[in-house]
Every structure is written in C-alpha cells, then in structure tokens.
C-alpha cells in the first residue's frame, strides 16, 4: 500500500492561498502558541483519545517541526540527530473561538491526519500542500494532527524506477512528496522534516464580500507601458445587486466590470511607471496594489512590472526589460534545516548577504524544499532573480494518476502564491532528473519524463507565462549535462580536478550549479568543532556517496595546484597556515572563474554555486557558515559580482586584457590604473588612462595598447628573469578618487611568498563602532583579521603597495566594545596586532 492521497473534500488549489493579504471583514487568528507534541511507535494511538493518554507531552512551536520542540527541549541534538520518520508525532491545540471559520493549514509534514472535536477532517500525504477546511468551532474545540511515521511507508512502496539514485538514501522516496533534505548522507545531516511545518490559522468572514482568490497578471510592453490583468474570485452576501469595483496602482485606476456572478476583471495600464529591476542593473521598483469593490477594501500587497525573456538558441541567458543580465549568486539550501522557518525574520539577514555579495540571483534546487512568501517578497525589494526548481530531484518519477494530481496541485498552489512576485525569474522541473539517466548510461530517449515535459510545463504555462520555464537542471546539448549549451552544472573547475583554464575552455553557457569546494569558515565559526586533524573531522566534508574521495580532497588538490605546497605535510606540519591557506585557495579559485565568465567574449551568462549557506557548522559547501557568518569565498564572490568592474584575464602570448564592465543604468566617469610590480612593491610597467564606462556597457583593453610598448605582462615569452611577480588594476571614480573595482595578476603563480610586508592596520572610530585604516609598503595578500570581538567588513582581498584602505569593523557579539586581534595576509612572515 502506498502513500495516501488527500481523501476528504477540501478547496481547490486556486482558493486556498491566493495572494490577498487583506480584506475588509476577514479576521485572521494564527494558531501559532499552546502547541504541544508526543512521540510514539507507529500505530500505538490510533485516535485522539488514545493520543491524549499518551506520556510526554512537550511544548511546540507552530510552525515548526518536531525536531525543533525536541532540541528546545533538551531533547535531540544536531550534533547526534535522532531519526524522527520511525515513530508517529501528534500534535494538538485548543481552537479559539465558537462558530464557523476557515482553517487554513500552509504544510503538514507529511503523512498527516486529522480531528477536530474527535471527528475526521483531513488525510495529507504531500508535505507541499496547503488546505482550507471549513470548520464549526463549539467555544472548547480541539485539533489534533497525527504524522504517521514515514519509514513504514518508503518500505511498502511498490513499483521502480528506471534508475535507482546513489545520492538518496531510501528509494521509496520517489513516489513520496517530501523535501529530500535529510535523505542525502554525502553532505546533509539527517534531520527528518515532521511536523506542521508552515502556519496554522483561523480565517473568520464577517463583511458582505468574501474574496476567494486573486488572479493578478503584470507584464512591462515594448514601451515602457506597465499592464496589470486583475481577476478576483468573490463571494456577495449583501442586499442588493453587486457593488461596483476598482483597481489602482500608484494612484492610477481602472474598473473592474463583473464577469459573472462570482467574478470581477479588469486592466489596468501605467506608462511611465518605474520598472522592477535586478539590485545590480537598477532599482527593484515596487508598487502596492488595491483594490476595492463597494466598501471592501482588498490589499494585494506589492508588486513589480518587468519583462523577463530567455534569449533564443541553443544556450541559456536572460533579458530583464530588454536588457541582457549575466545572472550570478548561489544556490539556497535552509536557514535553519531543523525548524526550516519561513519568516521574514528567518530569512532577512541571509538574503542581505547575497545581496550585499552582489548576487543577483538565487536558486531553490529540487533537493530543497519551497520557501515561504516572506523570501519571495523579500527578492522582490533586494532585487534578487529567483531560479525556482519544482522540489524533484534524481528520480525517475510515478507517472499514476493520483501522483500526477497532487503535482499538480502541488505546482498550482506554489505559482498561485508566487504570482504577483517579479522576482520569479526561471522555473525548472527539477534537479539532476535527465543528468541522472545520462550518466547510468540510458539511451537519449529515456532521458526524460512527462512530469517535467508536460505536467510541470502545463502548470508553469497556466499561471506564470511570463516566466520562463526549463525541463531540469541541467539540461540540453548532446548530453544534459554538457557545459557547451543549455544549462549546465559546471564541475570542471572543482569536482574534476581540471585546471582554472577549464572555466574558458569547456566554453560554459549557464551554470545553475558550480564551483562546489569545501570552503573553511572562519576561527570562531569552527569553534566546538573537531579540528581538521581529528577524525570526527571528515564527518562534516561533503562526499557524493560512493565517490572515494570528498570535497576536501578536491581543495587539497587545489591548494598543491595554485600554491604550491604539500596539503598533507602542511596540516600535520602546521595547521593554522593549512587553515589559512584552504579558505584562500577556494576563493581565487571562484573569483577566476568568475573572472573568465564574466569577460569581454564570453559565452557565459550567468553562474550560480554551490552552496550558498551552510546546513551545520564545519568544511561545507556554503560560501556563509550555517551561523551566518561570511566566508572567504563569500567575500570573493563579493569582488567578483561588482556591477562596476575591472577584470584581468591572460591571453597568453597576446599578453593580459584588462576588462571593463558597467552594468549599472548610468555612465561611469573613472581613472584605470594599471601597474606591474617587482617584489610586488615597485612599479616596472605603469600607465594611468580616464576612461567613461557607458550605461550597460563592457570593453576589452589590452595591456600593451595601455603601456604603449611591449612588456611581457603574463611571462608568455621569458626573455630572461622575470621582471615583475603582479600586476594590479585599479578602476577609481574620476570625480573623488574612490575605489570601485581593483584586480591582480600573478604570472608565474599564485604562490604566497613570505616577507616583510610592512603592513600596518589603524583602529578609528567610526560612527558608533570601529574601522580599521590598512596600509602596505608591498603587495599584502588575502588580508583578514583574527578578532574574537569583531570582523571586517570586507576580507581576503589583496592590498596594493602604497594604497590606504578603511574597512569597516563588524561586532561578532554585543559585548564586543573594542578591536583587540591580529590582521594577517598570506605573505607576511607574521601578523600585525590590532589594539
């Protein structure tokens, strides 16, 4: 027997999240408080009566997981996870309230019963669905949920797949719809999602009109012209024929004529409205939108009016507004894999980062889960571009009828909730379905499947045709997974071992995935975790499963290939210049690649890596650790993103190309400095250009066309000893002097020698905090601080000889009053004590 379907009435999708935020007479109670939980075997209380007897009953926090009541309670721990999907979880509440209301449930993971006063009212097995029951409330109710325990489930499962998935620990979980986080041991705690894990509420109907739902449509015409299509589904309860009704966006309004008895429609058009851009090419406009009909005051929150368009032919790349986007960020995983919250506290601070790292892109891959409406409304104000994976990943999935139709739902309740959100960027069927049968090597024609061929495409098409749809990730070429066309996920530069060149060579066109390294956090992160010479150590490194080797090994490779040191003998020998060493290499490695993607000729439009945050503390793929604390890949990242850049690429014996990009809506007046250093202290070759960067604009120049004669910039022809061991580029703001974009070279390798730097690093006050004022005599390399109290703002940079540079000091607790730590850089014999 399998999983079961929804089996008592309940709306349809379109009427159970509709994206109005407010009504005049909707009252709205979240049951978010007096929440309690017990664990038992499975099957041991089959109702609530024999649930109510039961022992143990916790404190839960609604929404939430069980996981979470548990760890609040001193009772499970990330450090040693108890698995969850063995035993049955009920939880209950009372119900305020007497009379008839709505309750509005947002998930329920996974296999979930229901009972209101004793009595049956729901039976759930998609962890994705949300469900609206009417319900009478009698002044005393009480509702209990019952999670029936997941494992005896994966193991009645009938019927295979084409493939079997190495990375997936339980089969079954193909014909089960629930997040894969928690089943992938290569790189995942295994934390079981189990509880109602999205809010709980009552919804009471007190005024004349009832608004069922919201069909609302945006689009931006060739000339600039904003168009909203508004539909709404109502319910009139009052005397007398319906009232009329209206649309108005920024002061402009437009009718809503009645349909039929249960529908408003109309269109609005708004020339000259400001248009909704990605943060890095201009301003995420945002527009509230109301709506009234007689005295019913409808508030459809905000939106954005903008023209998403994939680029025809056999790659993959983005116009937004017309304008071509190269699309870079990270891959999202949780900001919390044991409470998986969806608040906009939960999210805020993570998103700042990506935005404040210059991404203008985030991807929620199918081995994840759906995130709430606060992170889609909040990449609607930062400007972020959501790539939006349906949650499949790996398989090869059922194609029967029930499981068709809670897809469907599944799909059509995420697309309504999400409407009115300009950030929805890119829908893709799912992660690494077509990639999966590739590699087993099935022929080409079992590649793929009629739940991202059509079923997914259907519901995509029905409510967000303005977005633009891919069957899986990756997909297209002679292979889905080839670089060369479609999307890719690039691994060459990481997982294969290939040489930094790779990221030019396997001539990338989009990657929704690369770059996957296990990147070091910092001192104080790592703080309670073995060190890297225990063996607990390893427990933490991501592995595919099966694979003899894990992501640690492949930053080891790289730090022997661009260092030029024995990783082994060095973290036996010393460990903290390992340390220091592994959280550097994986940031050039990143920033190169970048480098080469985002060039003049380029055929990439875009890169997303592997991983953006952490799911624990320790060696993960994440460029923040799980306690939200940037890494040094992240801040690589950061230099690698910037709208307004400099680039330095090696042409070999065409010597080095300095690239100049402005992807920002305005001219840039600058100053390009350039200069090749001898001890990475004097100046060999120097020239200084002013240079005016044009809206949305890149240019290539070669170095010798800015020296003027010839030097050999990147030791392609070695007439005699080298004459320099860096060159640095540096692109300043022509009116006051400011530095917007700097980039280095170093052509015989990027190997740290040491010497005596003569760095020095300032304590100032700034504002209610502290900055640091850092000077260098000679070339400072990946320059960072160790501070228990504090953290840069800005780290793992290169500091040119001569130049001053202020960063600002960031407290890593409130009780940090004063700098009191050691600035370091790669190449200086010892640090520098900050005081």
Not at 605 to 625: K, Y
Not at 802 to 811: K, S, T, W, Y
Request: aromatic share 8%; charged share 20%.
């Amino acid at each position: 027997m399998g999983p079961r379907r929804d089996n008592l009435p309940d709306q349809p999708p379109a009427l159970t999240m509709a994206r109005v935020h407010h009504a005049t007479g909707r009252h709205v109670v979240a049951l978010d408080r007096d929440w309690t939980c017990a664990l038992t075997p499975p099957g041991a209380a089959a109702t609530p009566a024999d649930a109510d007897r039961l022992p143990g009953w916790i404190p839960a926090p609604v929404p939430g997981t069980a996981a979470q009541a548990l760890r609040d309670a001193g009772l499970w721990s990330l450090d040693a996870p108890t698995p969850l999907h063995d035993r049955d979880v009920w939880y209950r509440v009372p119900l305020p309230g007497e009379g008839t209301r709505t309750l509005r449930l947002r998930g329920l993971a996974t296999i979930a019963e229901l009972w209101l006063d004793g009595e049956p009212i729901l039976s759930s097995d998609n962890m994705f669905h949300a469900h609206a029951l009417p319900v009478r409330l009698t002044g005393a109710s009480t509702l209990h949920i019952a999670f029936r325990a997941l494992e005896p489930v994966l193991k009645r499962q009938r019927g295979r797949g084409r493939w079997r998935p190495t990375m997936i620990a339980s089969p079954g979980m193909r014909a089960v719809r629930a997040t894969l986080l928690g089943h992938m041991p290569g790189w995942c705690p295994p934390v079981h999602a189990v509880g109602p894990w999205r809010g709980v509420e009552l919804v009471e109907e007190t005024g004349p009109l009832t608004v069922h739902a919201a069909d609302l449509r945006t689009g931006l015409v060739e000339d600039g012209t904003a168009v909203l299509d508004l539909s709404l589904s109502v319910a009139w309860t009052g005397g007398g024929p319906p009232p009329p009704g209206r649309v108005s966006v920024a002061g402009i309004e437009a009718p809503l004529a009645w349909t039929d008895p249960h529908t408003l429609a109309g269109r609005l058009r708004a020339p000259g409205l400001a248009p909704w851009w990605p943060h890095t090419h201009g301003e995420p406009a945002l527009h509230a939108i109301a709506a009234t009909v007689g005295d019913t005051a409808i508030d459809l929150g905000r939106t954005g009016f903008r023209r998403i368009e994939r680029d025809p032919g056999d790659g993959f790349a983005l116009r937004v507004n017309g304008v071509p986007i190269f699309a870079r960020g990270a891959c999202w995983s949780s900001p919390d894999i044991v409470a998986l919250p969806g608040t906009r506290d939960a999210y805020v601070s993570w998103l700042a980062l990506a935005r404040d790292a210059g991404m203008n892109m985030i991807r929620v891959g199918g081995t994840m889960l759906y995130e709430d409406d606060a992170f889609f409304e909040l990449c609607d104000e930062l400007g972020i571009l959501i790539w939006q994976d349906f949650a499949f990943a790996n398989f090869d999935y059922p194609t029967d009828e029930l499981f068709t139709a809670s897809v469907r739902r599944e799909a059509a309740q995420l697309l309504d909730r999400t409407q009115s959100s300009p950030s929805l960027a890119v829908l893709c069927g799912g992660s690494e379905a077509e990639q999966q049968a590739a590699m087993l090597g099935l022929p080409a024609e079992a590649w793929s499947q009629p739940l991202f061929d059509t079923v997914l495409r259907e519901e995509s098409a029905r409510t967000r045709p303005d977005v633009p749809y891919v069957t899986n990730s990756p997909t297209g070429g002679a292979l889905p997974f080839a670089a060369d066309a479609g999307v890719a996920h690039y691994y060459g530069v990481g997982a294969y071992r290939r040489p930094l060149e790779d990221a030019r060579r396997a001539g990338v066109r989009f990657a929704s995935e690369c770059l996957a390294f296990a990147n070091l956090p910092d001192a104080e992160t790592l703080r309670g975790v073995p060190p890297v010479h225990h063996p607990r150590w390893k427990e933490r490194v991501p592995r595919d499963l099966g694979a003899p080797w894990d992501f640690e090994d492949i930053r080891d490779h790289y730090l022997a290939r661009l260092f030029g040191v024995d990783p082994t003998a060095l973290r036996a020998e010393d460990p903290d210049r390992y340390r220091r060493l592994s959280r550097a290499v994986t940031a050039e490695a990143m920033e190169a690649s970048f480098a080469e993607w985002r060039r003049v000729g380029s055929t990439c439009a875009g890169g997303l890596v592997w991983l953006f945050q952490d799911l624990w503390p320790g060696a993960g793929w994440g460029v923040v650790g799980a306690d939200g604390v940037p890494k040094a890949a992240w801040h690589a990242l950061k230099r690698a993103f910037r709208p307004v850049q400099v680039l330095l690429t090696d042409e070999g014996v065409n010597g080095l190309a300095v690239h100049l990009i402005n992807e920002t809506p305005r001219p840039v007046a600058a100053t390009l400095s350039f200069a090749c250093l001898a001890r990475g202290e004097r100046a060999v070759a120097q020239a200084e250009r002013a240079v005016e960067l044009l809206p949305r604009s890149a240019q290539a120049i070669p170095a010798a066309a800015l020296l003027g004669r010839f030097f050999d910039t990147t030791r392609a022809y070695r007439f005699g000893p080298p004459e320099h061991d860096a060159t640095v580029a540096t692109l300043t703001d022509a009116a006051t002097g400011d530095r917007l974009a700097d980039a280095f070279h170093f052509p015989d390798g990027s190997t740290p020698e040491r010497a005596d730097l003569g760095l020095s690093a300032e304590p100032v006050p700034d504002g209610d905090g502290w900055a640091l004022v850092l000077r260098s005599r000679r070339l400072a390399r990946s320059v960072h601080l160790d501070d228990d109290g504090f953290r840069m703002a800005d780290e793992w940079f290169h500091l040119p000889p001569g130049a001053e540079r202020r960063v600002r000091l960031l407290p890593r607790h409130g009780g940090a009053t004063r700098p009191d730590g050691e600035l370091h850089a790669l190449n200086a014999y010892g640090p520098v004590r900050v005081r």
